[in-house]
């Protein structure tokens, strides 16, 4: 059965605060999270052995996940006591591989077709296949240059829009043959993209791209994260199986209340919050056990769990930490730190 490299591993710097005591793989989408989407998408595809490379996140998702239960999956988890980079967790978790495997980023998620994408992997004879979306902003991302038959020639990482060689872009999910790791540094960290992909390239081996056809996003900004929240509610996140929780464009979390007049629209409300009456919540995230207050307005933002928001605020665009208290209005691209007052 193919194996998958789940990386997990990464610090989120651009998710914080939300990501300072919270894992990116398990930020809250509703009813559900980053990492249980992905394993419903493996297992959808026929990939039910999963290896988890999370660092310091580890036993945070191994306590709710555990190995697999549940979800039809087999999971197993990379010890690793120091940074090992995705190369080195690579070459770590598939030394004993046999097979073509998969290696995908925590932080994906997509509708991307594995059966398709391995049956081109074997056809072209690739020593690695990367799957690539089209962007319209590449100033963020790895971009590739592409040859005949979508062979991928060289990577420009973060270019200026203006010299990028394409609009396409590592999408974060990769098939690589286990002769491949032989190329990789023998001992400490290592990095798949930098390190491994060139060498393939220079030792004349195949780098095969695989567009993406549908549904993408790299959740790694708080904005695309809230991207992915609203692609939630409005039932264009391509997860096997529906979550009746979501009914109306909205999500309101158990034991949640919406006070008199109050109103939630196109937005994901954790477990155990108050909107209190007269407030309004649009296109928002909600972590569990905020309280908005009365008259208070949230538009276009993240709210971390325990924060509060005094009655009469407007928080526009703006994202705001766990245990936080606002009481001033937040215009867009303010922050408010974890367990902070602004």
Known sequence: MTPALLLCGGRATRLRPLSDELPKALMPLGPTCVFELQLLWLRQHGVAEITVAAGGATDAIQERFGRGDGFAVNLAYV????????????????????????????????????????????????????????????SEFGVVELGPCAEILRFAEKPDPRDAPSRFVNAGVWRIEPAALALLPPSGSASVEY???????????????????????????PERYRRAAMDLVADRVPTPGRWPEVRDGRFIGRRSTVGDAATVTSSL?????????????????????????????????IIGSSARIAPGVTIDGAVVGQRSLVTRDLAPGEQVPTGKRA
């Open 79 to 138: 010890p690793e006591q120091e940074p090992l980079g995705s190369g080195g967790v690579l070459r770590t978790a598939a030394a004993n591989w046999r097979e073509p495997f998969w290696v995908i980023n925590g932080d994906v998620l997509t509708a991307l077709d594995l059966p398709l994408m391995a049956e081109q992997h074997t056809a072209t004879g690739a020593m690695a296949s990367i799957a690539l979306a089209a962007v319209d902003d590449v």
């Open 195 to 221: 390190d491994l992909f060139p060498a393939i390239r220079s030792q004349g081996g195949r780098l095969q791209g695989f567009l993406v056809d549908g549904y993408w996003l790299d959740l790694g900004t």
């Open 269 to 301: 409300v954790g477990a155990r919050c108050a909107v209190r009456a007269g407030a309004r919540i649009e296109r928002s995230v909600l972590w569990d056990e905020v309280d908005i207050g009365a008259g208070a307005t949230v538009r276009d933002s």
